[in-house]
């Protein structure tokens, strides 16, 4: 069975950083793609980034220059690093992934950020 375990969130003040970080298991994490998104309070669940098995990534237009997404193949985790955070970064953050046409979900870190 494929598990997702998300941690790094927290309470921050705007302009902070925070990484979180995605611990995978049950799966070839080698060749997965793998998604962040975010769900603001009372919102739907939203894309942030994502890395693809080659490296390559691609990011919302408001994470863009202040989210860098990574992986460690050896550790079978998916980073997220955050840097000047705004308060509409608020959220559970959800790290992704597709097996087998299933979307794989963790079970989310809170990111809160405030003035």
């Known amino acids: 069975q494929v598990y997702l375990v998300e941690s790094g969130g927290g309470s921050v003040q705007a302009g902070d950083s925070l990484r979180l970080s995605c611990r995978t298991s049950g799966m070839n994490f080698n060749i997965a793609r793998m998604n962040w998104h975010r769900q603001a309070p009372g919102k739907q669940r939203d894309f942030v980034a994502s890395?693809?098995?080659?490296?390559?990534?691609n990011y919302t237009d408001s994470g863009k220059g202040r989210f860098t997404i990574s992986r460690d193949n050896a550790w079978n985790t998916v980073f997220l690093q955050m840097n000047n955070l705004k308060l509409e970064d608020t959220g559970d953050y959800y790290c992704?992934?597709?097996?087998?046409?299933?979307?794989?979900w963790g079970q989310g870190t809170q990111v809160t950020v405030t003035s």
């Open positions: 992704q992934t597709t097996r087998k046409s299933r979307n794989i």
């Open positions: 890395i693809s098995a080659n490296g390559s990534t």
